[in-house]
């Protein structure tokens, strides 16, 4: 069957995503065919896109990674799903397709109660910041702690689910109108780092202290001063390049504080089926308890994903946008 992608043939700008048709085999042993009815839009697609990660490839390459909808056939020896099944998945490469064939292992059923628009919207992002808050660092109760890029897709999950652990957020954003989206979303002490230091600002409503953890997703233009803000024997978490790569810097800079930094991927915390399983199950409670909202604040068509690009790349948007086949 000839399903549509939006793909890539070279890197670039959101100018060399093509609109094209693909053939679909039948799937093969473990496998699942998907039918999408949402797709999760992240700002990893856009590294994916212009080649920041450095990974070699193979064009074209498929942009996506994560997907909801319905499976409709599966391959010998598939026994977790069924045709008709409601699923989710996060972190595969390729999902900006109407459909696509998956490992059967490597998704979730979708809970009743949560919509395919929800899940493609909320499900790899809340998983991140699952691992970020509760397994990376596990964020205790009244530490305060510092999250960059507050007002975005993910930085948002992290002020609700940090605040509902217990701690007190700081969090920059570029603009007013993001301090106030992000002081909503739980973050008791919004910078707004286009007027203000932020380094300035975290020590001094720490009264000097500093912070443990400082969660940064925007890399290059943050990371250093992200340093200065973490108190002793601080870890310092990039999970993400907004900005582009952080620059290399002499190891000796962490010595006088005896600080840890760290460069993680969620791949690594959800490679095994339990942490997959566990991780999930966890993400939709908060998801429907109200711990976590995550507000759909943009819907583009798939053909149109060169757009959403165009849109996250400006730095303007907030909250999460989902593309629909």
Same mark, same amino acid.
């Given at each position: 069957?000839?399903?549509?992608?939006?793909?890539?043939?070279?890197?670039?700008?959101?100018?060399?995503?093509?609109?094209?048709?693909?053939?679909?085999?039948?799937?093969?042993?473990?496998?699942?065919?998907?039918?999408?009815?949402?797709?999760?839009?992240?700002?990893?697609?856009?590294?994916?896109?212009?080649?920041?990660?450095?990974?070699?490839?193979?064009?074209?390459?498929?942009?996506?990674?994560?997907?909801?909808?319905?499976?409709?056939?599966?391959?010998?020896?598939?026994?977790?799903?069924?045709?008709?099944?409601?699923?989710?998945?996060?972190?595969?490469?390729?999902?900006?397709?109407?459909?696509?064939?998956?490992?059967?292992?490597?998704?979730?059923?979708?809970?009743?109660?949560?919509?395919?628009?929800?899940?493609?919207?909320?499900?790899? %992002?809340?998983?991140? &910041?699952? *691992?970020?808050? =509760? !397994?990376?660092?596990?964020?205790?109760?009244? /530490?305060?702690?510092?999250?960059?890029?507050?007002?975005?897709?993910?930085?948002?999950?992290?002020?609700?689910?940090?605040?509902?652990?217990?701690?007190?957020?700081?969090?920059?954003?570029?603009?007013?109108?993001?301090?106030?989206?992000?002081?909503?979303?739980?973050?008791?002490?919004?910078?707004?780092?286009?007027?203000?230091?932020?380094?300035?600002?975290?020590?001094?409503?720490?009264?000097?202290?500093?912070?443990?953890?400082?969660?940064?997703?925007?890399?290059?233009?943050?990371?250093?001063?992200?340093?200065?803000?973490?108190?002793?024997?601080?870890?310092?978490?990039?999970?993400?390049?907004?900005?582009?790569?952080?620059?290399?810097?002499?190891?000796?800079?962490?010595?006088?504080?005896?600080?840890?930094?760290? %460069?993680?991927?969620? &791949?690594? *915390?959800?490679? =095994? !089926?339990?942490?997959?399983?566990?991780?999930? /199950?966890?993400?939709?409670?908060?998801?429907?308890?109200?711990?976590?909202?995550?507000?759909?604040?943009?819907?583009?068509?798939?053909?149109?994903?060169?757009?959403?690009?165009?849109?996250?790349?400006?730095?303007?948007?907030?909250?999460?946008?989902?593309?629909?086949?």
């Amino acid at each position: 069957m000839k399903t549509k992608v939006m793909q890539i043939h070279q890197h670039g700008g959101p100018e060399v995503l093509s609109w094209d048709d693909v053939e679909l085999s039948d799937p093969g042993p473990g496998e699942a065919l998907i039918r999408h009815t949402a797709i999760g839009f992240n700002f990893v697609d856009t590294y994916h896109r212009s080649g920041q990660l450095g990974h070699k490839v193979t064009f074209p390459l498929i942009l996506g990674s994560q997907g909801a909808g319905v499976v409709e056939a599966t391959g010998d020896g598939v026994e977790n799903l069924k045709v008709g099944d409601r699923v989710t998945y996060a972190n595969l490469l390729g999902s900006y397709t109407e459909a696509r064939i998956i490992p059967a292992n490597r998704m979730v059923i979708t809970p009743d109660d949560i919509s395919d628009e929800l899940a493609a919207a909320a499900f790899l %992002r809340s998983l991140t &910041a699952r *691992y970020l808050l =509760k !397994r990376l660092y596990p964020v205790q109760p009244g /530490e305060t702690i510092l999250v960059h890029a507050a007002a975005g897709g993910t930085g948002l999950i992290l002020c609700q689910w940090a605040k509902a652990l217990g701690a007190v957020v700081i969090g920059t954003v570029s603009n007013d109108a993001k301090a106030e989206i992000a002081r909503g979303a739980g973050c008791a002490h919004p910078i707004v780092y286009t007027r203000e230091n932020f380094v300035d600002e975290v020590m001094e409503i720490t009264n000097g202290k500093g912070v443990p953890v400082v969660y940064d997703s925007v890399g290059r233009d943050t990371f250093m001063g992200s340093l200065d803000c973490l108190q002793p024997m601080g870890l310092g978490i990039n999970f993400g390049t907004a900005s582009g790569q952080v620059e290399p810097f002499p190891m000796q800079h962490l010595h006088k504080k005896s600080l840890i930094v760290t %460069r993680p991927t969620l &791949a690594t *915390y959800i490679a =095994k !089926r339990e942490d997959l399983d566990t991780a999930s /199950e966890e993400v939709f409670r908060v998801l429907r308890d109200g711990t976590v909202k995550v507000g759909i604040t943009r819907e583009f068509a798939l053909k149109d994903a060169a757009d959403a690009h165009r849109a996250i790349e400006s730095r303007e948007t907030t909250g999460a946008m989902i593309l629909v086949p």
